[in-house]
T-cell receptor
């Protein structure tokens, strides 16, 4: 079956530090890849996505590149802010036999940014 | 307001009681989903629905019942709540390429 593995947290960084959260996946077919962010007390919000190999998703200073050869989709940001403190989920989706995009989530990585 | 809403946001119930979590979306998306979020497991799919009156099981359906009489609503019922069902529940609806999540319901079963 499909699976997503992401680095365990929590990750604690000082403001303006460089962020990397690793994510690797196993999937049959041609998955789309996603990063979702969950702020405290809220639902998941789509942060960025990539739908095919070598695509780069980007949003709010975050980036991730779909690497088929290493089955990875690592999340990066050059300079984190306190407001980036949240839980980040890596996910993949494939078209399911039921006719919908079946999403498989990683277990989440909590990021804490300190001033 | 357009979007996806869940109610209640917080619920405490006792073991053995029936409880229903509500989900409403204003986009008229065909597909809707219920997930539970637990530490160490990420989000796991409970049930999904492809359209009104069409539902199917996800990864962890035991102990849950769903219905979808209208496109915009997708309630999740715990017929006899157990402590293992203490969790945060998220409803989602989707376009062809992307899922949109509600704010979640935190359920505690005592």
């Amino acid at each position: 079956g499909n699976s997503v593995t992401q680095m365990e947290g929590p990750v604690t960084l000082s403001e303006e530090a460089f962020l990397t959260i690793n994510c690797t996946y196993t999937a049959t077919g041609y998955p789309s890849l996603f990063w979702y962010v969950q702020y405290p007390g809220e639902g998941l919000q789509l942060l960025l996505k990539a739908t095919k190999a070598d695509d780069k998703g980007s949003n709010k200073g975050f980036e991730a590149t779909y690497r088929k050869e290493t089955t990875s989709f690592h999340l990066e940001k050059g300079s984190v802010q306190v407001s980036d403190s949240a839980v980040y989920f890596c996910a993949l989706s494939v078209l399911n036999s039921g006719g919908y995009q079946k999403v498989t989530f990683g277990t989440g990585t909590k990021l804490q940014v300190i001033p | 307001d357009a979007g996806i809403t869940q109610s209640p946001r917080y619920k405490i119930t006792e073991t053995g009681r029936q409880v229903t979590l509500m989900c409403h979306q204003t986009w008229s998306h065909s597909y809707m989903f219920w997930y539970r979020q637990d530490l160490g497991h990420g989000l796991r799919l409970i049930y999904y629905s492809a359209a009104a009156d069409i539902t199917d099981k996800g990864e962890v359906p035991d102990g849950y019942v769903v219905s979808r009489s209208k496109t915009e609503n997708f309630p999740l019922t715990l017929e006899s709540a157990t402590r293992s069902q203490t969790s945060v529940y998220f409803c989602a609806s989707s376009t062809e390429h992307e899922q949109y999540f509600g704010p979640g319901t935190r359920l505690t079963v005592t």
